[in-house]
């Protein structure tokens, strides 16, 4: 199994960070456990030379040293320390070791009690202390200590960072693969939709930062073979579109050539309106194509800006408001005081705006009406829009909102861009649309998200 880089290199940085972490605990283990052990070894040199000399001044005697010598034994043994005991001649009266006495350092330090020790290190051995300690009754007390050496301590508490390393290793191999396995199946998925396998998806179900990442990755698949999906039937419809038209060109096309062979003038002309008509409504075709392809795109945050939703529906209503009366319809406007900011793309808004009232205005029979309501709600705005309608055949349905789709009649021109186009900026905005017809009153319900 290839491991991958991600992998190596949280291993290593994890494992960099306990070293790094280690040195520096048994750095500080070691300077504290110095100090430590020099404040101890001074304690007990200070009790060993109060005591030896107490000893000696108060049990010391000519005739029977015995006691003195049981006593020099019994510390020695407890203390770890070579004793001797000399008179002011030199010689020898008892000691604790069999050992000769070594020649002393020439200087050495004071202490508070009665004697002087002397630190002194041996070549490659333990600190050792030196003492000696002139008796109020003459008497001379020698006495050789080793500093007890904290190398067995040092090296047990290095064997035992080592383990903690090795076992921390060992728990980070499965915890490293847990974390990097997830996201080598995203680069798997990630490719797989490079090559255009776009139905492929990633598990989502961790509660942390990778299941976002992966739930994220999920919608933006989805949104893409949705964009995907979309495109070929939108490529589909288009091509049915404008074959139709195409293919009324070139039957006009031919009658026209067959009336100007027969001199027909009167029926060519007829023809080259048909025709002209023809290219009319090709050419509003293809705008609104280019519309509904210029909208199906994601825009920049940069795009969105504060907007006062009601100022942009009073802008449109009077736009229209000729049209409005040219067919006698009465137009009725609910507009709040309160103003209703959302964070709009303003040509988005514009053309949304115009294309429910064209709709309306459109659709609406003479002597109708058109309604049009809006009112801000808890983290949203709500838009209302409601006009008279001509007869519509079927249910509506989701289905409205795609291209090419229509339920009005066939004598009103329209080609089903405009409510595919108004459905795709309501997406774009984060909000939602929705249409219903009911007794001859159709109506188009939006939701904005205040800004």
């Known amino acids: 199994m290839k491991i991958s880089k991600l992998y190596i290199r949280n291993f290593i940085t994890v494992m960099a960070i306990i070293i790094i972490a280690q040195f520096t605990i048994a750095g500080l283990f070691r300077i504290v456990g110095k100090a430590a052990g020099n404040r101890g070894f001074r304690a007990d040199l200070a009790g ?3 005591m030896l000399n107490e000893s000696v001044k108060h ?6 040293i015995v006691y003195l010598e049981d006593l020099v034994t019994r510390l020695g043994k407890t203390w770890s320390t070579d004793i001797w005991i000399e008179n ?7 000691s604790s070791t069999a050992a000769p006495r070594p020649e002393y350092p020439a200087e050495m330090e004071r202490v508070d009690t009665a004697g002087d020790y002397k630190l002194y290190r041996n070549p490659g051995g333990p600190p050792t202390i030196f003492l000696k300690i002139v008796s109020d009754n003459g008497l001379v007390i020698y006495a050789k200590r080793d500093r007890p050496t904290t190398y067995i301590d040092e090296l047990n508490f290095s064997i035992g ?8 290793a060992i728990v980070l191999l499965p915890i490293s693969r847990r974390i990097t396995s997830p996201l080598k199946r995203l680069t798997e998925s990630a490719n797989a939709i490079a090559r255009g396998e776009f139905d492929r998806r990633v598990d989502e179900t961790a509660h942390d930062e990778i299941g976002e990442l992966a739930r994220a990755f999920n919608m933006m698949s989805g949104r893409v073979l949705q964009m995907i999906n979309g495109t070929k039937e939108l490529t589909a419809n288009i091509s049915h579109q404008v074959r139709s038209p195409l293919a009324r060109m070139s039957v006009a096309a031919g009658i026209l050539r067959d009336k100007i062979s027969a001199k027909d003038y009167a029926g060519a002309k007829k023809n080259i309106s048909f025709i002209e008509k023809e290219i009319e409504e090709m050419d509003k075709l293809t705008g609104r194509i280019i519309e509904l392809l ?45 103003p209703c900011v959302i ?20 659709y609406a029979p003479p002597g109708g009406f058109i309604n049009i309501e809006m009112h801000p709600e808890k983290g949203s705005v709500s838009l209302n829009m409601s006009n008279s309608s001509h007869e519509m055949t079927g249910v509506i349905s989701e289905k409205l909102f795609e291209p090419f789709s229509r339920m009005a009649p066939e004598n009103i021109p329209g080609n089903g861009l405009g409510l595919a186009i108004a459905k795709r900026i309501m997406i774009n905005h984060d909000g939602d649309i929705s249409a219903e017809y009911s007794d001859g009153i159709f109506s188009v319900r939006l939701r904005f998200p205040s800004g």
């Open 343 to 362: 964070s709009g793309v303003p040509d988005d808004i514009q053309q949304l705006f115009d294309i429910l009232f064209d709709n309306a205005v459109r």
């Open 294 to 338: 210029r909208v199906d795109t994601v825009h920049k945050t940069s795009d969105f800006i504060k907007l006062d939703l009601q100022k942009a529906a009073a802008d449109a209503s009077a736009k229209y408001s000729d049209m409005i009366s040219a067919n006698e319809i009465s137009f009725n406007s609910e507009l709040t005081s309160i």
């Open 59 to 64: 049990n010391y005697n000519n005739e029977d």
């Open 161 to 168: 960072l080592v383990l903690i390393t090795v076992i921390v």
């Open 88 to 94: 002011v001649t030199g010689k020898l009266l008892t």
């Open 48 to 50: 060993i030379t109060f």
